[in-house]
């Protein structure tokens, strides 16, 4: 079923193919794609048009919208630059959430993605492809869960958290907001706030800088 009204994108790099993807998959249809890039005015993606900077979505009456940007901290300034949109969620037709799962506005669940009881998700949070979230879960706002990657029942994950393509995490641990855990890492105990940790098991490596 196609949206009501018209749906925006803020961002045209490769992470909104994949939003546009899940957009178009879901039955929505996208007016229009803003990005900050003057290069990209006037082209378009899939037929798409590139119509300017996202300021431009301020002049727009009660706009719909979705951040397509994958860097956390980048896509948490551009929701706070404009508080007037209504953003929305994306969910992909093959992706699988329980009934009881809770998704923040903004957020995004790619193809083949599973979310499971009880687990919650903040807002503009990205649960890439293929990812699995299994039950109990808090993920919070503006988390980046990269595809396959495997995150265990009663797991704790903080604003901002990056968990890197093919990672994981065992059972009831936590993982501190900015924290960014690198591709392929097992997290089997927590973690503390701002952090890059990596290997098996994943260990704190270098402090992250604000």
């Not at 993920?139 to 797991?155: F, K, M, N, S, T």
Request: charged share 15%; with cysteine.
């Amino acid at each position: 079923m196609s949206s009501q009204q018209d749906i925006y994108v803020i961002g045209c790099g490769g992470h909104a193919k994949v939003v546009l993807a899940t957009l178009q998959a879901a039955g929505h249809v996208v007016k229009a794609i803003f990005d900050d890039d003057k290069m990209k005015w006037g082209k378009d993606l899939w037929g798409i048009p590139v119509v300017g900077a996202p300021s431009e979505l301020e002049g727009l009456s009660s706009p719909q919208a979705i951040i397509a940007i994958g860097e956390n901290r980048a896509r948490k300034a551009v929701a706070q630059r404009f508080p007037r949109v209504e953003w929305l969620t994306a969910v992909h037709p093959t992706a699988y959430l329980h009934p009881s799962v809770r998704l923040g506005p903004g957020s995004v669940v790619f193809a083949g993605a599973v979310i499971q009881p009880d687990t919650s998700i903040g807002t503009h949070s990205i649960i890439n492809t293929a990812a699995a979230v299994d039950h109990d879960c808090v993920v919070g706002d503006y988390v980046h869960i990269a595809p396959g990657v495997r995150v265990a029942g009663g797991v704790r994950l903080g604003e901002g958290v990056l968990m890197g393509i093919g990672s994981a995490v065992i059972p009831c641990v936590s993982v501190g907001s900015w924290t960014v855990v690198g591709a392929g890492g097992v997290v089997v105990s927590d973690l503390a706030e701002n952090v890059l940790a990596v290997g098996v098991p994943a260990r704190p490596v270098q402090r992250r800088e604000h």
